[in-house]
């Protein structure tokens, strides 16, 4: 309960010795001179009342009163402590005989008239004590909005977090699943190749089981990444598939979400694919101004029912993006004639 104190103990600070300013040198300048001892005698002990009141309203009065909701309680204590402290008040203010000699010493020719200055400095003192309860119970309840929306932002932290892990664990077995069956259907054509592919994929494993679990990785090692997978393809196509790929090199050091390129390149396989006709993918990256830009473009065979399924892998990117890029990212799918064109843009910092 004490740090939050402590770590606005200099606000706290300046703000009480701004008030004094305002009391012991600010308020006597509009004196038409100067003023005796008492004077500041006396604001010494309004000023220390005051502070006693604020940390009484603050550290006792609001945690006990206010979150019981009972408001009639507070009111009560307000005006009990308003009346200790205006009675606190005159007390000093007539052991000092405060007004007799600060009007003497500022109108030694006059005399002074107790009756005309007794309601003004009680309505005085007690729009003090309202104004130092009304800042106490303000700053409680902003401190209260504040601790809240703190509280609010780490559960929907935790949550998106938890979200993200979630979409992550469902995106690396499919992509598993897939790349096995790309190398089981080569252990039956050419077993030089798929022990190729196997060690290739071992690797790819490595990157995808560390890497995923970090929010952020170098553009340069999920480019990487994409090469090994653009390889491991290559080991399946037939003589009827052109596959043609350039991968941007530049802002090497960027960094980008893991995994989050790969569904989009998956999808040119899984959907652009024929086993009687040539077929055309192409896949590019690179940069326009501070966006980073995927293009594939493969064969589009609108008879195929699984075409018009995104399917987990692309439900879970397109999730993904949302939560980690929101705004900071475009794209756009359509048919042009027999091809099918995708353009992922993100904004990388």
């Known amino acids: 309960m004490r740090k939050p104190f402590i770590s606005h103990y200099w606000m706290h600070s300046l703000s009480w010795l701004a008030f004094a300013l305002m009391l012991f040198v600010a308020i006597p300048m509009f004196y038409p001179g100067p003023l005796p001892m008492v004077y500041h005698l006396y604001n010494v002990v309004l000023l220390l009342a005051l502070i006693g009141i604020y940390y009484l309203n603050t550290c006792f009065l609001i945690p006990r009163v206010s979150s019981k909701g009972i408001s009639v309680y507070y009111l ?9 402290f205006i009675s606190l008040m005159r007390m000093t203010e007539d052991s000092l005989d405060v007004k007799v000699k600060v009007y003497q010493s500022l109108y030694p020719d006059r005399e002074y008239d107790a009756q005309e200055h007794k309601s003004y400095v009680n309505y005085y003192l007690l729009f003090l004590t309202a104004i130092v309860f009304g800042v106490g119970y303000t700053n409680q309840i902003v401190k209260k909005w504040r601790l809240e929306k703190e509280k609010s932002r780490k559960i929907k932290a935790e949550k998106v977090k ?3 892990d979630s979409l992550k ?8 699943f897939n790349t096995l069956n790309t190398i089981y259907a ?33 553009l340069k090692e999920e480019t990487a990444f994409i090469r090994s997978y653009l390889a491991l393809m290559q080991y399946r196509l037939g003589d009827n598939v052109a596959l043609s ?7 090497e050091e960027s960094e980008i979400a893991p995994m989050l390129l790969l569904s989009f390149i998956e999808n040119c396989f899984k959907h652009g694919l024929s086993a ?3 077929c055309i993918i192409d896949i590019r990256t690179s940069f326009e101004g ?8 493969n064969d589009y065979f609108p008879m195929r029912k699984s075409s018009s399924d995104k399917g987990i892998g692309i439900e879970n990117t397109l999730r993904r993006l949302d939560i ?22 993100i904004k990388l910092l």
């Open 76 to 84: 009560l204590a307000f005006i009990a402590v308003g009346a200790l």
């Open 162 to 164: 938890a979200e993200l």
């Open 169 to 176: 664990a469902q995106i690396n077995p499919h992509f598993f």
């Open 186 to 218: 080569l252990t039956f054509s050419d077993i030089e190749k798929s022990q190729k592919a196997i060690l290739k994929l071992s690797k790819m494993m490595r990157y995808a089981m560390n890497e995923d679990k970090k929010e952020l990785v170098p």
């Open 245 to 251: 790929f350039a991968l941007t090199a530049e802002n």
């Open 276 to 278: 009687s006709k040539k």
């Open 290 to 297: 501070s966006y980073f830009v995927l293009k594939t473009e």
């Open 324 to 345: 980690l890029y929101g705004k900071d990212y475009t794209l756009n799918q359509e048919v042009l004639g027999d091809r099918y064109h995708t353009c992922l843009k």
